[in-house]
C-alpha cells in the first residue's frame, strides 16, 4: 500500500501521573522530567499528558510529577479520576469519575486547557445508550475527546522490564528494547494502512503512548522511527481540526479502540495484515 510521504501525529501521554511500576530509587517526578525533557529536544510543547488523580492529594512524589510536566510547557487532560472502563460501569458512575478528577486538573494544568477527554482503555461504550449518553455529557461540559489513530500497547512492556532490570538481566532487555521497537514500527505503519481502509485517505494522527518508565527509555528511539517514517509533529488541537475527527461510529463496541478500529469494525471493513505483539514471551521473560 502506497503511504503519504509526510504523515502529520500528535504525540499523547496517559496514565499520568503514575503509569506503570517504577524501578528502585527512581521517582514519578524524575521520569516526568525525563520524558518532558525528551520532548523539548524535538522541540515538542504543549504535548497532552492524560491524568488520573486517584491518588494526587496524598503523594507528594505524584504531584510534583505534575509541575514538573506542566513547567515544561506540557499540557494536562482527563483521562477520569480512578481509571474505570466505561464497559464495566454505568455512564452516570463514569461521569462522575471524570467530575471527581477535574479539581485536580484546574490545579495544576496552570490556566491551560485540560477540557480533553481521553477514554481509559479507549472503551467508548458496550451499550450505544451508554455511548450516547456520555458523548453528550462531555460535549455539554465543555469537553472534546482525544481520539487515537495509532497504538501499538507500548505499556505491555513496562512489567516485564521493571522484572528484567531488577535481574539485570542484558540479554532480556535487549529483547525487550528490540521487539517494542519492532512492535511500533508495524503498528504504525499498520494504523496508516487502516486509515486507508476505513477513510479512504491517511487522516492526521493521534499516537496513544504511556507515561511509564521504559516508553521514557525508549522514546528517543521511537522518534526515529517516526522521523524515518517521514512523520512531522503537529498539535492535537490542530491534528483534530481534520473533518474525519468529527466522525462519530456510533457503533457499542466491549473493547474499544482507535478511532480506525471503531469504523472498521462498526463497517465490517477487513483489517490489513500484521503480527500480533508477543504477549506470551512479555509475561514469561524474567520470571
Ligand atoms: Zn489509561
Known sequence: MRLARHPVVAL??????????????????????TLAAELRAHHLKGVYGFVNSVDVADDEDEQEALRTWVRAGMNIGN?????????DVTAEVFEQDIVRNEPALAQYADGRDWRWF???????????HKRRAVRAWL????YRIAQVTLNFDDDDWNDAYMRCEAKNDNDAIGWLRQSYLENAAQFIRV????????FGREIPNVLLLH????????????LEILHRQGFRYRTLAEVQRDRAYALDPDAASKDGGSLPNQFLNARHLQYPPFTPEPLDKLTSVCR
Open 12 to 33: 499523547t501521554f496517559d496514565d499520568l501521573p503514575a503509569a506503570g511500576d517504577l524501578p528502585e530509587g527512581e521517582t514519578r517526578a524524575h521520569i516526568a522530567a
Open 139 to 142: 460535549k455539554e461540559h465543555g
Open 118 to 128: 481521553r477514554y481509559p482503555y479507549l472503551c467508548e461504550g458496550d451499550t450505544l
Open 211 to 222: 507515561e511509564t518508565t521504559f516508553t521514557t527509555l525508549m522514546l528517543p528511539d521511537l
Open 191 to 198: 494504523g496508516r494502512e487502516e486509515q486507508r481502509i476505513a
Open 79 to 87: 483521562h477520569t479520576w480512578s481509571h474505570p472502563s466505561l464497559t
